[in-house]
Structures are given as structure tokens and as C-alpha cells.
């Protein structure tokens, strides 16, 4: 199976709060990310957290990070428009590796 | 500055024709990835260059081979391609402790 799981699809009210979740299985992931990917574009990070922390906020993005249960997840706040695209939650590769093990991504729909 | 570029933008070939997929950038990093994305799938690891001069493959190498010209340049060439290479081909570089990879716009490879 996946390494690192994602639910496929998420809808909110432009305004509310967004919470995308991403199950990994590398205990030994030194860092986590999220990538943010609008359509017919590239991947942008939006943020990290190191395996050592257990939240990182960064303006609107929350990141919480639960290690005993290897749960990650994204929190926008006062979701906008300009929010929808696919969300992509990664880890570092096993064996040292510093390439990425991604999930399927999460496509955030905002509703006007 | 213009981060990760990569050369073509769109290419349609024919199974068994060869091509180079080109990949620059110019932040002085010195680790290449190249990924490819499915649809509805997350990017997987075809091949990565963790230093000028040293390549290794990644989850999916069959069917490609890459060439590290020098500290800025990383191709990816298909000897033959066959339909089921038709993908998105995107590259990568990192750099820094936290590894945090920057991703180049795609480019987008229909195999007929």
C-alpha cells in the first residue's frame, strides 16, 4: 500500500476553516512537508515541519504533526478562491534517501 | 532568477522515439530529483543526483536514464518510449539541512 495517505477531496465555504489530514509510515522522517499544485502548474511548498516539533504556524497555515499516530495536517484558515488546488503531503524517503515519498494529494475545492 | 526550468513545456512522440528531457537551476544546489506524476496519483521517484557527478535510481528508473552535465543540469532521456511513459515529468533541486526540494513547471509527454 501507500506509504503516505491522503483523502482524495475536500469542500469548505470561502471563509471557513480548511483541515487537510495525511497518514505517513517512516517513523524516521526527519521533515514533512506540504505542497500546494494549481492546475497545469508545478508543485509549491507552502511549509515543513521538523519530526520534532508538534505544531508550526505560518499566517493563515497551521501544521500539526501527532508522531505516536504518524498524523499530519493542514489547517488554512478563512479559506479563499484562491485556495483550490491539490494538496501534497510528503516525507523523506527511507534509507537516507533526500528525495520525497509523496501522498495522492487532497483537491480543496472553495465554494464562493 | 529563475529557480527550475525545464525544456520542452508540451511533447507528443510516437512509441520508440527517443528524447531528452532538459532540467537547469540556477540556486546553486547540489541535489537533482526527477519525478513523475500520474493522474491521481502522487509524484514518484524516477531517478536523483544527490551531488555533480553521482546518480542513483529511484522507485520507478525503468525505461529512462539521466546524465548530471554539471552542478546546474540534470536530463532525463527515454531511449524508447513506450505509452506508458505518457506522464507529467517534473524536476527538482534541494538544498540546506531541511532538504526542501523546489520544483520546476512540468513538462507534459504524450507517447501515441
Known amino acids: 500500500g501507500e506509504d503516505v495517505e491522503q483523502s482524495l477531496f475536500l469542500s469548505v465555504r470561502e471563509g471557513d476553516s480548511s483541515v487537510i489530514n495525511c497518514t505517513y509510515t517512516?517513523?524516521?522522517?526527519?521533515?514533512l512537508y506540504w505542497y500546494k499544485q494549481e492546475p497545469g502548474a508545478g508543485l509549491q511548498l507552502l511549509t515543513y515541519i521538523f519530526s520534532n516539533m508538534d505544531m508550526k504556524q505560518d499566517q493563515r497555515l497551521t501544521v500539526l504533526l501527532n508522531k505516536k499516530d504518524k498524523h499530519l495536517s493542514l489547517r488554512i484558515a478563512d479559506t479563499q478562491t484562491g485556495d483550490s488546488a491539490i494538496y501534497f503531503c510528503a516525507e523523506s524517503m527511507k534509507g537516507g534517501r533526500r528525495a520525497l515519498t509523496f501522498g495522492s494529494g487532497t483537491r480543496l475545492q472553495v465554494q464562493p | 532568477n529563475a529557480g527550475v526550468t525545464q525544456t520542452p513545456k508540451f511533447q507528443v512522440l510516437k512509441t520508440g522515439q527517443s528524447m531528452t528531457l532538459q532540467c537547469a537551476q540556477d540556486?546553486?544546489?547540489?541535489?537533482m530529483y526527477w519525478y513523475r506524476q500520474d493522474p491521481g496519483m502522487g509524484l514518484r521517484l524516477i531517478y536523483y543526483s544527490a551531488s555533480e557527478g553521482t546518480t542513483d535510481k529511484g522507485e520507478v528508473p525503468n525505461g529512462y536514464n539521466v546524465s548530471r552535465l554539471n552542478k546546474r543540469e540534470f536530463s532525463l532521456r527515454l531511449e524508447s518510449a513506450a505509452p506508458s511513459q505518457t506522464s507529467v515529468y517534473f524536476c527538482?533541486?534541494?538544498?540546506?539541512?531541511?532538504?526542501?526540494?523546489?520544483f520546476g513547471p512540468g513538462t507534459r509527454l504524450l507517447v501515441l
Open positions: 527538482a533541486s534541494s538544498a540546506g539541512k531541511e532538504e526542501t526540494q523546489y
Open positions: 540556486m546553486n544546489h547540489n541535489s
Open positions: 517512516d517513523s524516521s522522517s526527519t521533515y
